[in-house]
């Protein structure tokens, strides 16, 4: 069974940063691409971030470019999402998932999600 389990969010000012991991079970992340999403309050789930299988490939959204970076870490069978300089936009829940290439991200990401965790940014 595949899981995902999102921490490391906070309420945090306007222009500080965070650092949110992402644990997983049931696949391996170094053979799948992996993706950062965020829901806002009555918005659709986005994908904000996505690191290829190997690693060599990133993209972000326009929003957060500059401002966030993916990374991984293998052994850990964990995916991070470094964020800084937040604004109060980057306020939402965000959640980790995968796919098999990173054009899928967006498209078509695995079934299963997370509990998400809680990034606030006051203003």
């Known amino acids: 069974q595949v899981q995902f389990v999102e921490s490391g969010g906070s309420l945090v000012q306007a222009g500080g940063s965070l650092r949110l991991s992402c644990s997983t079970s049931?696949?391996?992340?170094?053979?799948?691409?992996m993706g950062w999403y965020r829901q806002a309050p009555g918005k659709r789930r986005e994908l904000v971030a996505g690191?290829?299988?190997?690693?060599?490939?990133?993209t972000y959204a326009d929003s957060v470019k500059g401002r966030f970076t993916v990374s991984r870490d293998n052994a850990k069978n964990t995916v991070y999402l470094q964020m800084n300089n937040l604004e109060p936009e980057d306020t939402a829940v965000y959640y980790c998932?995968?796919?098999?290439?990173?054009?899928?991200?967006?498209?078509?990401?695995?079934?299963?999600w997370g509990q998400g965790t809680q990034v606030t940014v006051s203003s």
């Open positions: 690191i290829s299988a190997g690693g060599r490939t990133v």
């Open positions: 049931g696949i391996s992340v170094d053979d799948n691409a």
């Open positions: 998932n995968a796919a098999k290439y990173l054009l899928e991200l967006n498209r078509s990401p695995h079934d299963s």
